[in-house]
């Protein structure tokens, strides 16, 4: 099953990275934080689900492929 998800990031810190999140790229529903040590995300409201993890492992492997935390993706 493929499935797409978008996300923008709309904060950064030294410490952390915050993405908004969703399906519809012009309505994002979620947050996500992520850790820029660690590389750990955490997602507002608990709600661990797919659309979490894929927007999670994206925002990751782009920041590994590129060096820089993404803007959108």
Not at 45 to 63: C, E, P, V, W
Request: overall charge negative; glycine content about 6%; some cysteine.
């Amino acid at each position: 099953m493929a499935a797409i998800v978008y996300f923008r990031k709309i904060s950064e810190t030294e410490e952390v990275v915050e993405c908004e999140f969703g399906d519809d790229p012009d309505n994002f529903e979620r947050r996500l934080t992520m850790g820029k040590e660690s590389c750990n995300s955490t997602v507002q409201g608990a709600q661990i689900d797919y659309t979490f993890l894929k927007a999670s492992r994206k925002l990751n492997a782009l920041h590994t492929e590129r060096g820089v935390w993404p803007e959108r993706g």
